[in-house]
């Protein structure tokens, strides 16, 4: 995969340019575009990720139940179901020091969840609170109405929400009123000379035949794309920049 590829490669001098001190890497599609192994989550975490986040596609690689139910470092959504394995909220130490918490949740339109994130995100917030005021949440939801809805209600709760899942950037990565973060959606690392990631051809003969042609991921236009939070000890966020590097 292109996109796992420029993780490897570029993650590592990018985390030293941009003097980044913690890293999520949201990994739901890194095994040809759905779903993630164990193998591939640790070269995600060898090449700089802190943690990593999933989505919608968590159980595409069943081999990743066992290995999330041991790992401190790659959470699942909490609204999965709660028989599966996997945990949905992890703290780790930044490289300067700082406890940072990474939630995992997603959204309700147009996916299926076990729970609505609105039942969920107080209680899961309250517990990360118990343990830093660092907190950053991954919201993995198709609207755009209910991204920006759920990072208005966590304003001054949170240091970010940074919602995932549609790969295409918004513009509107800002910090609200209350110091919380958020853009709707961090964008897509991998290939953009592609329909999101795939080779633009077979997803429209998809779309026009409604046939099930087999994709197969696009190689071209490779960027590294999300977003760059700063913000202080208390985790009030400062400044939220999109980024996009050609690889
Ligand atoms: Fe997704």
Known sequence: ???????????????????????????????????????LAERILDAGADVITLGNHT?????????????????RPANLSSHSPGRSLTVRRTRRGTDVAVV??????????????????D??????HRRTPVIVVDFHAEATSEKVGLARWLDG????????????QTNDARVQPGG????????????HDSVIGVEADLAIERMRTGMGAR????????????????????????ACEPIRVPV
């Open 1 to 39: 995969m292109p996109g796992r590829r420029a993780v490897e490669e570029r993650l590592p001098s990018l985390r030293e340019e941009l003097e980044v001190d913690f890293c999520v890497v949201n990994g739901e599609n890194a095994a040809d575009g759905a779903g993630l192994t164990p193998k």
């Open 59 to 75: 159980w595409r690689r069943p081999e990743i139940g066992p290995y999330l139910a041991q790992s401190e470092r790659v959470v």
């Open 104 to 121: 995992n949740l997603l959204g309700s339109l147009f996916m299926s969840v076990a729970q609505g994130p609105f039942e969920l995100v």
């Open 123 to 128: 209680e899961l917030v309250a517990e990360a």
């Open 157 to 168: 709760r949170v240091t970010a929400v940074i919602g995932t899942h549609t790969h295409v």
């Open 180 to 191: 919380t973060a958020a853009i709707s959606d961090a964008g897509m690392t991998g290939p």
């Open 215 to 238: 994709f197969r991921p696009a190689a071209g236009d490779v960027r590294i794309e999300g977003v760059l939070v700063e913000c202080d000890d208390a985790g009030r966020a400062s």
